[in-house]
Each structure stands twice: as structure tokens, then as C-alpha cells.
């Protein structure tokens, strides 16, 4: 059972209670703070140095102790606490012959992308794969993934959203048949087991300590993982000291786009879905004050207009609000207008949010309310877009080109609507067009597209 414990980087009580630690030789015990000076306390597990992030308690240990703030959600680590871990041996089952069940075949430019992974595997290096929404993404780190485990590596693909992980995770499954794939994230009910292939929440890399020789994160600019200095501490300690990063995006950062551009990142940019059709490119529309028709209990009266066209036109829709409170609001009054047909709402915290995405999945719901949480990482058939607010702040550039990626993914319906609806254009929204329509100018450029 010692396996449990190779590369991980555990509470004395998140161990498994049938391991006995004191019988390990190769131990290495850390205390749960690393303390140089008054101003330079830090969190083993998470990096944080922030004494606003330090809540001074009462404990067990009886002395002067604390525990940090910034990690709490994964467990209480303290001043008396210690963190177990025992060096990652790469010491997996792994069936060398056939690791690679999926036999799809990849478009040119995917191909281009699964060797330039392959390569920064050989050479221990960081990359970037700027790829468009609906580019093909999982399918590119394939080639990668499989070159990796036949040398005996170790590979985590990680992502800071529950839903991006809860997608890939069966996709991996399914592409390689004969590997054990783990799959952790917060509210899992799956035991931990020791598997040469993982996927992660962000979240749960703290829990390892030079685990990993390929960390694949997808998704890299998503909340919370952009603005959280834990989580990339986090990063860099689930890493070992010789590793390969690859980072997968539609939306990288100013931060990223500069390095890029000053060759301190390399880069692999895929302009073009996967199916070589364009990306639908949003149109802006006007509604007026529709925070002040909310209050008066009524549906803004253009918004009224284009979801009466998309029911009897019997388009399915996602309906992107900012607030959770004014899209619950909004869902009653469109389920009141329109009786018939089967409207749900969805929001992080939502118990009931995988099984709605569900059913909109199997095309038994007309609309799916949703917040920002529905901007990546989830993919429908054949559905239009609308972001109502779409001038919110919560709306950035980033995250409306996200949304506009939700349409036109699957290559038999390639086409469909995004309609920002607005009271006041932003320079996010203007921003998020202009990045579309660049993409689709550069696709065509390169020959990309089936038609434009």
C-alpha cells in the first residue's frame, strides 16, 4: 500500500488508515509551514506567505499555533501539522503494447499540434497550444499521453473546472482502453489509487509533491486557476524537477500572448476547428434596461422576441446570465411565458447541475440557463447562444469568446447563433468579435476552411 503514498503529499489524516507510516523507511515528513522568519512564513502545501491568510486558534498541540486560510477547503494544515510523501519511483503496470485505443484519425493542423507535444515530451520543455473552441483539443495530447507512458512517465491532465475534468476523464478512458485512469476532484466518491495516468482538478495538485513528468493543464486561463498564486505553486510542486508543461487554451492571457510574441513561450496556434467549418461570429443586439424589466417580474421585450423565434424555430439555447439570482428569476418568468416546453437553470453550486447538463445533452430540454460555469469545457450538438448582460463585467474577453464557443462544434451542424445581448456595447464584447473574426481570417489564410 506504500504506492499510495509515492508523489503525494498528504495530511497525516487524509492517509489511508490501513497504512501504517512509521513502517516506511523512505518517508519524507515536512512540517506544514516552512518558517525563516516572521515575514517569511509560507504553507508547505500551497505556498501562501500572506499573514492575513494565517488564523491564530486554539489547538490540540496546546501551543501558539495557526493554520492557513488559503487552503483550507483541502483540509486543515497548521503550524503543528506535518505533510507525508514518499518520492514517485514510476513504478506503474502499464501494458506497453497497444496503450492507444482510439483510432480517429487528426485534421492537419491537430497533427501539427500531437508532434509538437511529442516533442516537448522528448525534450523536457514547456509549450503552448493556442487552439481555438471546437479545434480537437483532447485529441491532439493523445499521441503525447501515449509517447509518455511508453517511457515510463508519469502524466497528469489537469483543469481548474470540475465539469472540463468530469468530460475528459471518459474520453481517456475510451482512448486508452487498457490503462487505469484516475479521476479526483473534491466531491468524488472514487478512492484514491496509484495509476500512471490522472486526471485532476487544479485544486487537488497540492495533494502531490514531484509526482508527475507531463502535466498537461487545459484550460489554463479559467477561473480560478488565472488569478490564484496557490494553484500555480501548487503546480510547480506536483512537477517533478525534470518535466514537460503543456498548456492548452482557446483564450490565452495578455501575459501569455506578450510571451509569445517576445519568444520566451513557444507556441503551436490552431485557428480552425477540427471539422474546418468557421467560427460562428457573435452579433450584438441592444435589450435596453433589462435589469429594471427583471425587477418588474417581465421578460426584456427583445430578449421575449428572439426566444419565441427559437422555439418555433425549435433551436435548443444556452442563455448566459451574470447573476445567479437574476437568472433564476428570468428562468421562472420564461417557463411562465412559455409553458410548454422545459427550461432549467444551473449555477456552480447547484446539486442538481450535472444532471441538467444532462438533459440538455439529450435534447429533452428547449433552453439551459446558466452562468459563466457553462462557458468552457462542455459541448452540445446543435445549439444557438445568448448572453444576456453580456456587458457585465463578469462578461470578459475571454470569457465571451468561450461562450461563442459553444456553437458549431459538431461537424454535422456547424453553424448556429451567438447573440450578446446588451444595454451598452463593452470593450470586452468588441474584443471577443475581434478575436473570433481574426481566427477565422487567419484560417482561411492558411486554407483551413471548408467555406467561409
Given amino acids: 500500500m506504500i504506492e499510495l503514498l509515492f508523489g503525494r503529499h498528504l495530511l497525516k489524516e487524509e492517509i489511508n488508515h490501513q497504512l501504517d507510516v512509521t513502517m516506511i523507511s523512505n518517508l519524507i515528513v515536512e512540517n506544514g509551514f516552512q518558517e525563516k522568519a516572521e515575514s517569511q512564513i509560507s504553507c508547505n502545501r500551497c505556498g501562501e506567505t500572506n499573514k492575513q491568510k494565517r488564523q491564530v486558534a486554539p489547538c490540540v498541540c496546546k501551543r501558539e499555533c495557526y493554520y492557513c486560510i488559503n487552503c483550507l477547503q483541502m483540509g486543515k494544515v497548521k503550524k503543528c501539522s506535518s505533510l507525508f510523501s514518499v518520492a514517485e519511483p514510476n513504478r506503474m503496470s502499464c501494458n506497453q503494447s497497444n496503450l492507444l485505443t482510439w483510432r ?4 492537419q493542423q491537430q497533427s501539427m499540434a500531437s508532434k509538437a507535444i511529442k516533442k516537448a515530451i522528448d525534450l523536457n520543455t514547456t509549450h503552448l ?9 483532447t485529441e491532439m495530447i493523445f499521441a503525447g499521453i501515449e509517447k509518455a507512458l511508453n517511457q515510463g512517465k508519469r502524466v497528469c491532465i489537469a483543469s481548474p473546472r470540475v465539469d472540463v475534468c468530469l468530460e475528459l476523464a471518459p474520453r481517456l478512458k475510451n482512448a486508452f482502453g487498457h490503462t487505469t485512469v484516475a479521476l479526483l476532484y473534491g466531491s468524488s466518491e472514487e478512492s484514491y489509487q496509484y495509476t500512471s495516468l490522472v486526471v485532476a482538478t487544479t485544486h487537488q495538485l497540492m495533494r502531490f509533491k514531484e509526482a508527475f513528468d507531463v502535466l498537461i493543464i487545459d484550460e489554463i486561463d479559467a477561473f480560478p486557476f488565472h488569478s490564484d498564486r496557490g494553484l500555480h505553486f501548487a503546480v510547480n510542486k506536483a512537477v517533478k524537477k525534470e518535466k514537460t508543461l503543456i498548456y492548452l487554451t482557446a483564450t490565452p492571457s495578455k501575459e501569455m500572448q506578450k510571451a509569445i510574441t517576445n519568444n520566451q513561450l513557444i507556441a503551436t496556434i490552431l485557428p480552425a476547428r477540427y471539422h474546418g467549418y468557421p467560427l460562428p461570429e457573435p452579433t450584438t443586439n441592444w435589450v435596453g434596461d433589462w435589469r429594471k424589466q427583471l425587477s418588474l417580474n417581465k421578460i426584456p421585450k427583445k430578449l421575449k422576441q428572439i426566444l419565441a423565434k427559437l422555439i418555433h424555430n425549435e433551436r435548443r439555447f444556452l442563455l448566459f446570465v451574470p447573476k445567479i439570482e437574476l437568472m433564476e428569476k428570468l428562468a421562472y418568468l420564461i417557463q411562465e411565458c412559455f409553458p410548454t416546453q422545459l427550461f432549467l437553470s444551473v449555477y456552480s453550486a447547484d446539486e442538481k447541475r450535472k444532471e441538467s447538463v444532462l438533459k440538455m445533452r439529450a435534447e429533452r430540454l428547449s433552453g439551459l440557463l446558466t452562468t459563466t460555469i457553462l462557458e468552457r469545457g462542455v459541448t452540445f450538438r446543435d445549439i444557438d447562444v445568448l448572453v444576456l448582460g453580456a456587458e ?27 447573440l450578446f445581448l446588451h444595454y451598452g456595447q463593452t470593450k470586452a464584447m468588441k474584443g471577443a468579435i475581434k478575436q473570433i473574426k481574426t481566427m477565422n481570417q487567419l484560417a482561411k489564410k492558411k486554407g483551413l476552411l471548408n467555406e467561409c
Fill in 104 to 107: 480517429g484519425v487528426l485534421s
Fill in 129 to 137: 497550444i493556442w487552439a481555438v473552441a471546437g479545434a480537437g483539443k
Fill in 392 to 418: 457585465d463585467q463578469t462578461f470578459t474577453e475571454a470569457s465571451l469568446v468561450q461562450i461563442a464557443g459553444r456553437v458549431g462544434r459538431h461537424p454535422e451542424f456547424p453553424k448556429g447563433e451567438v
